[in-house]
């Protein structure tokens, strides 16, 4: 029960007319020959960590270690409380408990790297979010988790999610892509509709650069992670329409992966370029930091 391509993982799902999760989840328990029990263990695990780093950036008084955040997810969620926010309740909730991750992982806080460090405040923010707009039990939203990981595992296996190799397209652009086929499949879409939600995401944040201010994850990577949560959502909509993408989930992960080797070295996480040489975001970061 394994797979190396989107094709060959939809193939299993239309034999065995299972579902991504399900089929992930035999690859990790049969193929991989891991314990069942053991598995599902580490994944509510993982869960109760992401719903931990959101209730303490809502609840604590956080400050990064570069002193460019810490704060913005209480602002967020108090715009939404007083109803003067622009998007509605899911995107909002989202796109302020993923900014929360990020304050608790600037703050050397225990978060998920799902799939970076960098990038990890996207799945929480869409789970958490969708969890609590649609009152869906813990386990519903564990099983949609292996669909992320499905998605995680075919771009780790054909490209890659390090933003110093293919740039913050294949950071929060990869969690994007994960998160979209976990809700895509949350709100009941086939294997086809959540792989076409993850290939969507993908192209939409295509040759997004990684210029983090000072080399911290703080600045402009808090709110890229707000930008790849909404962007899940989007494409998970676009998906459960009804409408099919007429890039597949394998061709997008290998144009990632070209738009991302193509990248200059100076928009790979070495902050030589982009935001990272903003003259304001630079006093910035050394004012706070000093």
């Known amino acids: 029960m394994n797979f190396t391509h989107g094709k060959e ?6 034999t065995h007319h299972m579902s991504i999760s399900q089929i992930m989840f035999l690859r990790e328990t049969k193929y991989l020959e891991q314990d069942p029990v053991s598995v599902t263990q580490k994944m509510e695990h993982a869960y109760t960590i992401m719903k931990q780093s959101i209730h303490r950036a809502l609840n604590e008084n956080l400050t990064s270690m570069g002193g460019m955040i810490g704060g913005e997810s209480k602002k967020l969620n ?5 109803g003067k926010n622009i998007c509605g309740s899911l995107i909002s909730k989202a796109i302020t408990y993923a900014v929360g991750v990020l304050e608790v992982n600037a703050s050397m806080g225990l978060i998920v790297a799902a799939p970076t460090a960098g990038s990890s405040g996207v799945i929480p ?5 969708a969890q609590e707009e649609y009152d869906l039990e813990d386990s519903l939203i564990i099983n949609s988790l292996y669909t992320a990981a499905a998605v995680g595992y075919l771009i780790t296996r054909n490209a890659t999610t390090a933003g110093a190799e293919g740039g913050c397209q294949a950071e929060v652009g990869s969690a994007s892509a994960m998160a979209a086929a976990a809700i895509t499949q949350l ?11 993850a290939s969507f995401a993908l192209i939409n944040i295509l ?7 000072g080399g911290l994850v ?4 808090q709110n890229r992670n707000a930008m790849g949560a909404s962007n899940a959502i989007i494409s998970a909509e676009i998906a459960l329409s009804g409408i099919s993408n007429v890039v597949p989930v394998d061709e997008a992960i290998e144009i990632m992966y070209n738009v991302g080797r193509s990248l200059p070295a100076s928009l790979r996480e ?6 990272a040489t ?3 975001a630079c006093r910035s970061c050394h004012r706070k930091s000093s």
């Open 9 to 14: 993982l939809l193939e299993l799902c239309q």
């Open 78 to 82: 108090a715009l939404r409380l007083s």
């Open 125 to 129: 923010g869409v789970l958490c979010a």
């Open 187 to 197: 709100m009941g879409g086939s294997p086809e509709q959540c792989l076409d939600a």
């Open 207 to 213: 040759g997004l650069v990684c210029d983090p201010v």
């Open 218 to 221: 703080e600045v402009p990577c």
């Open 270 to 275: 070495t902050s030589l370029g982009g935001t």
């Open 278 to 280: 903003s003259i304001s």
